[in-house]
């Protein structure tokens, strides 16, 4: 990779460099094991001009998103994270019965669901053959395709503009950032509103989370950065939250341009309500007292990188030297990063365990760790459980509460190591 994909500048730095590992959702069928398996370098730079943080686009969302493993609705407290997103939407934006709403990469229906129950027209966008079938099924109108520009302006031919679009997780997914945002811009309503949910770089470098750095993820934002990928398609951004999910993520409540006002500072709108500019103002701020803005604020990131890696393979190593045993639970893609920088396999961890039918039987690309249905665990009870999506720590702890029967553990890899009693 030459050049920054949102502002084409050449100066791009080295942030970290995670060697090679394959796809993170390409999981393995067992008469796939002695296949070869592609693997891609992951090294994530930052241009030092717009201060987007980014990889290479080694593959293509084609290759990813046809045919995708992921279902948002195996994860209770996601789900509820998206019911309370659509009723204060419908506050906020004041979405009534005639009104339209959108969402980008709407998987298997999680969110739109909360919008069908409420009788309001609803249209999701999902690449992702399998996933679009089950939110059918599910009752959520839902359209097979990637968006871009001519996407985006055959639906608003053939639905009406949308009052609300909805964005989540997904605006790092997708290479050509301008483009998508232009399909963005031309799925709104010219008054109408864009929320972008997007993990926030200020908390992965700040809690080492390097997990999330996979292919799937094409850039990482900044509010500065992201701010700046808005407006390449005509949107302006008026106003941030800070989420705790996935670890630490932003809102991004933005709206046509010219609908927004004049931007001021070069981030939020001069129209904006003071409070929402004074949270704007708050995170930009923050991030620029970490130092992201300049090289200084990424120069260690490495360095903790290698001692989570130091760490956790020093815990399993012991672990497995005393005799006691450790398996996971969960098969995230970001489990997939973290197992093939650390160079875990089945030696170290026999096997994981995962809600997803899907996923069942298959094995974790690069690596080849056994997934298991959870039902495993009790029925093995294993000395430690090794918690890949860390960042449903509260929602896990409960749920696994039940491994504390037989006197277990849970184990969280990041942003430190961590080793957690569970139940009472």
């Known amino acids: 990779m030459t050049r920054c994909r949102l502002c084409g500048s050449a100066t791009l730095a080295s942030v970290v460099d995670l060697g090679a590992t394959p796809p993170c959702e390409s999981f393995l069928a067992a008469d796939q094991l002695d296949e070869p398996e592609p693997a891609y370098p992951l090294h994530l730079r930052v241009c030092t001009d717009c201060w987007l943080a980014q990889i290479p686009p080694l593959i293509t969302p084609e290759e990813t998103f046809t045919q995708y493993a992921y279902f948002s609705s195996y994860s209770t407290s996601w789900v509820e994270h998206a019911r309370t997103f659509v009723a204060d939407a419908v506050q906020r934006v004041g979405l009534g019965p005639d009104a339209f709403v959108v969402e980008v990469a709407s998987n298997d229906g999680y969110l739109l669901k909360h919008v069908v129950d409420r009788g309001i027209r609803c249209l999701g966008i999902e690449p992702s053959v399998n996933v679009g079938a089950a939110a059918r099924e599910a009752g959520v109108p839902t359209l097979t395709t990637f968006l871009d520009p001519a996407t985006g302006a055959d639906v608003r031919a053939g639905h009406g503009p949308a009052d609300l679009v909805v964005a989540n997780n997904v605006y790092a997914h997708i290479p050509d950032v301008v483009g998508f945002t232009r399909g963005l811009r031309a799925l709104v309503a010219d008054d109408g509103w864009v929320s972008i949910e997007v993990q926030h770089l200020l908390t992965l470098i700040e809690e080492n989370q390097y997990d999330t750095i996979y292919h799937e993820h094409f850039q990482y934002y900044t509010v500065a950065s992201a701010a700046r990928a808005l407006a390449s398609g005509g949107l302006a951004l008026v ?100 197992l093939n920088h650390c160079g875990i396999r089945p030696d170290l961890l026999p096997y994981t365990v995962d809600r997803n039918p899907y996923k069942h039987g298959r094995f974790t690309p690069g690596t080849r760790v056994p997934i298991l249905p959870p039902e495993r665990i009790a029925a093995d009870k294993p000395d430690y459980v090794l918690v890949l999506p860390w960042n449903l720590r509260a929602e896990l702890i409960e749920q696994l509460s039940f491994v504390h029967d037989w006197g277990g553990r849970l184990v969280f890899p990041i942003p430190e190591l961590s080793i957690v009693e569970v139940g009472s």
């Open 239 to 338: 106003d941030v939250e800070l989420l705790p999910t996935h670890g630490g993520s932003i809102r991004l409540w933005a709206r046509p341009a010219e609908a927004a006002g004049e931007p001021s500072d070069g981030v939020s709108p001069a129209r904006a309500e003071p409070r929402a500019r004074g949270r704007v103002a708050e995170v930009l701020d923050r991030e620029k007292a970490a130092g992201l803005r300049e090289l200084s604020g990424y120069t260690e990131f490495s360095t903790r990188v290698a001692k989570v890696r130091r760490d956790l393979l020093r815990f399993l190593i012991e672990v497995a030297e005393r005799g006691e045993t450790v398996v996971g639970y969960g098969a995230p893609g970001k489990g997939n990063t973290l």
